[in-house]
Protein backbone atom coordinates (compact mmCIF):
# COMPACT_ATOMS: atom_id res chain seq x y z
CA UNK A 1 0.00 0.00 0.00
CA UNK A 2 2.01 3.20 -1.04
CA UNK A 3 -0.10 6.05 -0.61
CA UNK A 4 2.70 8.50 -1.91
CA UNK A 5 6.58 7.78 -3.45
CA UNK A 6 8.37 4.67 -3.54
CA UNK A 7 9.48 1.73 -1.47
CA UNK A 8 11.29 3.87 1.42
CA UNK A 9 8.21 6.29 1.95
CA UNK A 10 5.77 3.05 1.96
CA UNK A 11 8.25 1.45 4.98
CA UNK A 12 8.00 5.18 6.76
CA UNK A 13 4.38 5.40 6.41
CA UNK A 14 3.74 1.60 8.11
CA UNK A 15 6.52 2.71 10.66
CA UNK A 16 4.14 5.79 11.32
CA UNK A 17 1.18 4.03 11.58
CA UNK A 18 2.84 1.48 13.99
CA UNK A 19 3.69 4.32 15.95
CA UNK A 20 0.26 5.92 16.27
CA UNK A 21 -1.82 2.26 17.07
CA UNK A 22 1.06 1.71 19.81
CA UNK A 23 -0.01 5.14 21.43
CA UNK A 24 -3.59 5.08 21.11
CA UNK A 25 -3.22 1.34 22.72
CA UNK A 26 -1.54 3.22 25.70
CA UNK A 27 -3.12 5.70 25.99
CA UNK A 28 -6.49 3.71 26.47
CA UNK A 29 -4.79 1.26 28.36
CA UNK A 30 -3.57 4.49 30.54
CA UNK A 31 -7.03 5.64 30.68
CA UNK A 32 -8.12 2.05 32.80
CA UNK A 33 -5.59 2.38 34.90
CA UNK A 34 -6.72 6.16 35.92
CA UNK A 35 -9.77 4.62 36.23
CA UNK A 36 -9.26 2.17 38.57
CA UNK A 37 -6.65 4.49 40.77
CA UNK A 38 -9.23 6.77 40.64
CA UNK A 39 -12.05 4.67 42.52
CA UNK A 40 -8.88 3.68 44.90
CA UNK A 41 -8.49 6.96 45.79
CA UNK A 42 -12.31 7.13 46.50
CA UNK A 43 -12.68 4.40 48.56
CA UNK A 44 -9.26 5.15 50.47
CA UNK A 45 -10.86 8.38 50.84
CA UNK A 46 -14.23 7.01 52.20
CA UNK A 47 -12.28 4.72 54.51
CA UNK A 48 -10.11 7.95 55.94
CA UNK A 49 -13.18 10.11 56.34
CA UNK A 50 -15.32 7.40 58.35
CA UNK A 51 -11.85 6.76 60.73
CA UNK A 52 -11.52 10.84 61.25
CA UNK A 53 -15.06 10.89 62.43
CA UNK A 54 -14.75 7.92 64.40
CA UNK A 55 -11.75 9.32 66.41
CA UNK A 56 -13.42 12.44 66.75
CA UNK A 57 -16.21 11.15 68.23
CA UNK A 58 -14.53 9.12 70.84
CA UNK A 59 -14.13 12.33 72.53
CA UNK A 60 -17.94 13.40 72.62
CA UNK A 61 -18.64 9.99 74.09
CA UNK A 62 -16.24 9.73 76.60
CA UNK A 63 -17.60 12.64 78.15
CA UNK A 64 -20.75 11.31 77.37
CA UNK A 65 -20.07 8.16 79.44
CA UNK A 66 -18.49 9.80 82.41
CA UNK A 67 -18.08 7.85 84.96
CA UNK A 68 -20.83 5.67 84.87
CA UNK A 69 -19.19 1.67 84.27
CA UNK A 70 -21.92 0.77 82.91
CA UNK A 71 -21.91 3.31 79.83
CA UNK A 72 -17.96 3.23 79.78
CA UNK A 73 -18.37 -0.76 78.77
CA UNK A 74 -21.12 -0.15 76.67
CA UNK A 75 -18.59 2.46 74.65
CA UNK A 76 -15.92 0.25 74.95
CA UNK A 77 -17.37 -2.88 73.11
CA UNK A 78 -18.74 0.07 71.01
CA UNK A 79 -14.87 1.23 69.95
CA UNK A 80 -13.77 -2.49 69.61
CA UNK A 81 -16.74 -2.72 67.15
CA UNK A 82 -15.59 0.11 65.43
CA UNK A 83 -11.94 -1.04 65.54
CA UNK A 84 -12.46 -4.29 64.01
CA UNK A 85 -14.56 -2.61 60.88
CA UNK A 86 -11.25 0.14 60.55
CA UNK A 87 -8.97 -3.02 60.74
CA UNK A 88 -10.64 -4.93 58.24
CA UNK A 89 -11.05 -1.67 55.72
CA UNK A 90 -7.84 -0.50 55.89
CA UNK A 91 -6.75 -4.29 54.96
CA UNK A 92 -9.36 -4.46 52.53
CA UNK A 93 -8.14 -1.01 50.80
CA UNK A 94 -4.31 -1.82 51.06
CA UNK A 95 -2.76 -2.49 48.01
CA UNK A 96 -0.50 -5.84 47.84
CA UNK A 97 3.13 -5.02 48.61
CA UNK A 98 5.22 -5.04 45.40
CA UNK A 99 7.38 -7.56 44.70
CA UNK A 100 10.75 -7.70 43.97
Do not use: C
Amino acid sequence: MILFGDAASERRQRQILYALHLLLWKVRHMAGELDALTAQVDSNTSVIESAITLIQNIKAQLDAAGTDPAKLAALSATLASEDDKLAAAVAANTPAAPTT
